[in-house]
């Protein structure tokens, strides 16, 4: 009898913690708890994605006729080398706006075309161990590898809407198993596969961002690569980020999707700081839906 007893005791005891298990889980979702390492993937890929594009929109600014000359916001430009389409940036302190702090060099080398502003024109920027520090949080990364630019349409992004100049400037931006060393040491290889085009809204330039890498099964990707712990992540455009010059290029709509270990994270631009979508006007804060696969989710609101 005492036998029964006992084993009636443990399949109560079973069915209550699996009652609140599965309770919890619906009340709570796949959200960060659920997630291990989500938050630290999301804010590394935000982290290298507007790191990177500051330091390439510097770079660029370089090459433009009428752009940065000598210096620019602590990068000085070496063009002793110019007769073979190679100058190199120096970068060694804050960026103009004080947000991050970079160091080291990246080469800029004219592969396709006698000029940037030319129809087709290919720029590789090579990065040698160029370290970005986001000044705000002192979180930091080591960048080597290179990033291939491509001047589909030709012109200058600066001269659009300007007498005689174009209506539209696209680049397409490539990048294959560049390293990245993060603070804590650890190590990894990502990719970068997306197209910038800009237009003319009104008195600003509206830039339009579109995915075009492919992994496995994935398309439409901007990025993909592994994290710190090699856990394989995969983002996908899945509606084109839109943003505008004199919102600093932060989107005010689009969606971007991030498959990471077991669990798909929805990026929703283009809200407030309730998480409601707005009508018009500049935002820095993004909504993430948190997925399992089996449906359960977690929403959270969060500020760039």
Not at 64 to 83: E, M, P, Q
Not at 200 to 216: F, R, W
């Amino acid at each position: 009898m005492k036998n029964k007893t006992f084993i009636y005791a443990a399949f109560a005891l079973f069915f209550v913690i699996s009652f609140i298990s599965i309770s919890c889980r619906q009340e709570g979702g796949p959200g960060p708890a659920y997630c291990g390492d989500c938050a630290v993937v999301i804010d590394d890929d935000d982290f290298y994605d507007d790191g990177m594009d500051d330091m390439d929109s510097d770079c660029g600014g370089f090459m433009d006729d009428g752009g940065f000359k000598n210096s620019h916001c602590n990068a000085i430009v070496d063009t002793s080398n110019l007769a073979n389409k190679i100058i190199t940036i120096t970068f060694d302190g804050n960026n103009c706006n004080g947000k991050y702090y970079r160091e080291g060099t990246v080469v800029l080398t004219l592969k396709i075309g006698s000029k940037w502003s030319d129809v087709g024109a290919v720029v590789d920027y090579e990065y040698n161990n160029v370290l970005i520090k986001k000044n705000s949080t002192n979180k930091h990364y080591y960048l080597n590898g290179t990033r291939t630019y491509t001047n589909v349409l030709g012109g200058y992004v600066k001269s659009i809407g300007t007498m005689g100049g174009p209506s539209r400037v696209t680049h397409n931006i490539v990048s294959t198993n560049f390293e990245v060393t993060f603070e804590d040491k650890t190590k990894q290889t990502w990719n970068v596969s997306k197209t910038k085009d800009y237009t003319l809204d009104g008195s600003t330039i509206k830039l339009t961002t579109t995915g075009t890498g492919v992994a496995g099964d994935f398309t439409e990707l901007t990025t993909w690569g592994t994290d710190r712990k090699s856990i394989p992540f995969y983002v996908k455009m899945s509606t084109p980020t839109v943003s505008t010059k004199n919102c600093d290029y932060f989107p005010y709509s689009g969606v971007k999707i991030m498959y990471y270990n077991g669990i798909t994270i929805t990026k929703t631009y283009g809200v407030d700081a309730t998480g409601n979508s707005i009508s018009s006007g500049c935002t820095n804060y993004y909504l993430i839906t948190y997925t399992d696969a089996n449906g359960w989710e977690t929403k959270q609101v969060m500020q760039h």
